[in-house]
């Protein structure tokens, strides 16, 4: 009996947390669509996720690309299908790699230091002091956040799509003897629009993702400072796991025949 | 004082967390221009109430009115409207730590009020000079100056946008003595300069004298005993009494409860 209790227990904790959720995503939103506006919080997001983030997101992707090279080249020479690694780097990198590598290095990155200064906002009172201060919280500290996560990460992944592809080429022409020429004319021959824009379209959602995880659980962290490296830690693996599991489900939107 | 008409009135004020009831249908009138003090153990529900009337928590049930006007359950705008008449000053100052001294005591005119950037500057290294900060600190930041510092910079931008209501949450905790007695001094001058109605919350007797002109004392989420801080000696209360000689015996239980947040 008390095993069931708990599971009820577990349920309904899950249930009341996917609410609240559901009700701090809406109220947030709509505060992006409201007056007044903070474009220096928004600027200010915008180069932290956006400006900041490009260093490591341009890592993850040349290396991420000169080891697709790499290792699709290894595989099609079983096949005499060497001629197809530009198309393979270039497809994988705009509609899978550069996205979700990049999404999972800024939520390491970026969820964490919003779920952190949040978190300690809320510890400090300093979320209640905006309120006594006629300021609402959602619209000052998460709504910029959202619009800054939502557009700049796909920036971040259309660098990462060039820059990926870059590596590739490196490795196929100065490693594998590719001619440049006809590398770079396979890698534009069966690329399509729709292969760049579902990247991107996941990278928005990814952001949205990413900056939401941050300032739910750093909205909502209480304790002190254990409190605030919870929400940092479920801040990050939760929006990991979001987007994996979107991923999924773009895909499958973009994709399936 | 009573003859002055009642700025805040709440009556049947309930508020829990889980099973623990923080407060228990409380009636408290806080007349226009007074300064009251609502003193009262740890556990005892005096910031719970506090941070109800400032609508950061919302009460079970009961009624909290500002000058006639029902602000429970009232959010957004309408809410911003009566948080406009509200100054606040927090436990530990609650300053945001990403903005310089000056940004600080501005937020709510610039954020709240319209006023314009260059403005709002002027008027809080104003209000910075009148809690006794130097305009040469008003470029740093929270964390380059002392708790004491922190709770002036936090009185200045309570009293920024000219409040008719000022709240304090314990507002000599975390100082030593003497600061604490510069910080009273400054709340009774900021008041008194603005004519505000001012609610302290407090644990230290000695600022309570210093601030109030009557006290409440709140015992177990209800107001126990209310009247002129004069009279407090002699309440003839004997949880009032306990109290303010700090006596282990009593009806004021000494035992640590842990459910909810009071």
């Known amino acids: 009996m008390n095993f069931v209790a708990a599971i009820g227990r577990v349920m309904l904790n899950f249930l009341a947390s996917t609410g609240r959720l559901a009700i701090f995503t809406g109220i947030s939103v709509s505060h992006i669509f409201r007056p007044p506006y903070y474009p220096r919080l928004l600027l200010r997001q915008v180069i932290d996720i956006g400006y900041y983030s490009l260093p490591v997101v341009g890592l993850t992707a040349v290396f991420t690309g000169m080891v697709l090279a790499l290792q699709s080249y290894s595989g099609f020479a079983r096949f005499n299908a060497e001629g197809a690694v530009a198309t393979v780097v270039v497809l994988s990198i705009t509609r899978e790699l550069a996205p979700v590598l990049a999404g999972l290095m800024v939520a390491g990155r970026i969820g964490a230091a919003m779920a952190a200064e949040i978190g300690t906002m809320r510890v400090t009172e300093q979320i209640d002091a905006l309120s006594t201060l006629a300021t609402n919280p959602y619209k000052y500290l998460v709504a910029p956040r959202l619009l800054a996560g939502m557009v700049m990460l796909p920036c971040c992944v259309l660098v990462a799509d060039i820059i990926g592809v870059f590596g590739g080429y490196l490795v196929a022409v100065h490693k594998l003897d590719f001619n440049p020429n006809v590398y770079l004319k396979n890698t534009w021959q069966f690329l399509e629009f729709i292969d760049v824009v579902s990247g991107l379209v996941k990278a928005a959602v990814f952001g949205f993702l990413i900056a939401l995880m941050g300032c739910y659980h750093g909205y909502y962290s209480k304790g002190g400072a254990q409190g605030v490296g919870a929400a940092t830690t479920n801040a990050v693996v939760s929006a990991s796991i979001l987007i994996l599991a979107s991923n999924y489900l773009i895909t499958e939107a973009f994709f399936s025949q | ?262």
């Open chain 2, 1 to 262: 004082m009573t003859d002055a008409p009642v700025k805040i009135a709440i009556r049947g004020l309930t508020k829990s967390f889980g099973a623990k009831h923080v407060l228990r249908g409380l009636d408290l009138a806080i007349y226009e221009g007074e300064s009251l003090a609502v003193i009262g153990g740890s556990g005892s529900g005096k910031s719970v109430l506090l941070k109800n009337i400032v609508g950061i928590l919302t009460p079970d049930s009961g009624s909290i009115k500002i000058d006639g006007e029902e602000v429970v359950g009232v959010t957004g705008p309408a809410r911003d409207r009566i948080n406009r008449k509200l100054g606040m000053l927090f436990q530990n100052a609650a300053l945001f730590d990403s903005l310089p001294l000056w940004e600080n005591v501005a937020f709510g005119l610039m954020s709240a009020h319209g006023v314009e950037k260059s403005e709002a500057r002027g008027i809080a290294i104003e209000r910075l000079r009148q809690v006794g900060l130097d305009s040469d600190t008003i470029d740093r930041v929270p964390a380059d100056i002392s708790v004491g510092a922190q709770k002036r910079v936090g009185l200045a931008r309570a009293i920024a946008a000219n409040p008719e209501i000022l709240f304090f949450d314990e507002p000599t905790t975390g100082i030593d003595p003497i600061m604490g007695e510069v910080i009273d001094s400054l709340i009774v001058k900021c008041v008194n300069e603005l004519g505000a109605t001012a609610l302290t919350i407090t644990h230290d007797m000695e600022s309570a004298r210093r601030i109030a002109d009557r006290v409440a004392m709140i015992y177990e989420g209800e107001i126990v005993w209310v009247g002129d801080v004069a009279t407090v000696n002699s309440s003839g209360n004997e949880i009032v009494d306990q109290f303010i000689h700090g006596r282990v015996d009593g009806p004021i239980s000494t035992n640590v409860t842990t459910a909810g947040a009071a």
